[in-house]
């Protein structure tokens, strides 16, 4: 039992150590692939046990609109990552954080803003073409556990992260525990209803929150604002319509702009009073770049979610935003997925 217990120990300081145990070489491997999937960008690092980042690089994942020129195209850049940052003798695993992407199946299903529709069996597909074993989760539960292990939400045992980007996502803990739900989609929380009736979301249905405070949602607010009033506004002369340009215009005074984001909070907290009403959080986490336009959306949000929330709650849920990278979290989540998975290899 002691010699076991060292193998564990010296696994954490040294990249990889081979003993002999019942006449057998044991090796420990102390580095694993986090592989981050975003409708913009992609990005894979190397991490080591310790959460040390060794080495990442990224490409475009619209340049790739073909599922198996994507997948042909990331294994062979992770592999040149890994060979020219110590070899396959030092990875464990890969972890992979994508949209729309359950841990029970290992794909993604029906993905609303990525390029590649249908079912996407990508930890087959990755794992087929890479030869070591890969674990998938869904993008909001990636940014929770990355959370968990390296931000906000150290410490905390009942939380809620909120991922503000072109989708809407979420994740809860429970007691310390990851909800992931029968087939892995729990938390889908972009596709609730919010307005029956209401605007069509990427997902075919209609109302969805994700069409009102995801980024394309916002855009189309703003349209609304402006169309409604001839009051001058920056956001008319803008060369394009963002959630950050829309902020920019809020930083500079600009009304319709700031109505914007009322609007947008006013939606997004009524939908966190009825999710924080229903599972009793300590805290919201709020994670991508929508949660970067700070006051002019959270001030509506907090006071919209106080209006709404469960009488018992009021005043005692706590709606911070993140402070890490998102990139950074993301990777580093998908990262403690990869130690999560049994190992395999094909050049054992």
Not at 23 to 40: A, F, H, P, T, Y
Not at 142 to 156: D, N, T
Not at 179 to 197: C, K, M, Q, S
Not at 271 to 298: C, H, Q
Request: with cysteine; net charge negative; proline share 3%.
């Amino acid at each position: 039992m002691l010699e076991i217990e060292k193998m564990f120990i010296f696994a954490t300081t040294l990249p990889t150590i081979g003993y002999r145990y019942n006449m057998e070489e044991v090796q420990i491997k102390s580095r694993v692939v986090g592989l981050d999937i975003s409708n913009e960008s992609t990005t894979y690092a190397i991490v080591d046990v310790r959460g040390n980042i060794i080495a990442e690089s990224s490409f475009p994942t619209e340049d790739y609109p073909e599922i198996n020129a994507f997948v042909t195209h990331l294994s062979e850049k992770i592999v040149e990552l890994v060979e020219g940052n110590g070899g396959y003798e030092s990875i464990r695993s890969i972890g992979v954080s994508a949209p729309s992407a359950s841990s029970v199946s290992g794909c993604i299903e029906n993905a609303a803003n990525l390029p590649w529709k249908g079912v996407i069996p990508l930890a087959v597909m990755l794992r087929e073409q890479i030869g070591l074993a890969v674990g998938l989760s869904n993008d909001a539960h990636i940014s929770a556990l990355g959370e968990q292990a390296f931000g906000m939400a150290h410490g905390m045992k009942n939380f809620i992260i909120l991922s503000l980007g072109v989708g809407i996502g979420s994740c809860f803990f429970a007691e310390g525990i990851e909800h992931r739900g029968n087939l892995g989609y729990a938390g889908e929380f972009g596709h609730t209803t919010i307005v029956p009736d209401g605007r069509l979301c990427g997902c075919g249905h209609r109302g969805c929150l994700e069409a009102y405070v995801g980024a394309k949602g916002i855009v189309i607010t703003a349209k609304e604002v402006m169309q409604e009033s001839d009051k001058p506004s920056l956001m008319r002369d803008l060369e394009k319509l963002s959630p950050r340009t829309i902020a920019e215009c809020c930083d500079k005074g600009d009304e319709l702009a700031i109505e914007v984001f009322r609007r947008t909070g006013h939606m997004m907290g009524m939908a966190m009073a009825n999710y924080a009403s229903i599972v009793d959080p300590e805290a919201f986490i709020l994670t991508g770049g929508i949660s970067r336009a700070g006051k002019w959306l959270l001030d509506p949000a907090y006071e919209a979610f106080e209006d709404h929330v469960f009488g018992n709650l009021r005043g005692k849920v706590k709606i911070l935003v993140s402070k890490l990278d998102n990139r950074e979290r993301d990777v580093l989540g998908a990262s403690a997925l990869a130690w999560s998975v049994p190992e395999y290899s094909l050049f054992k």
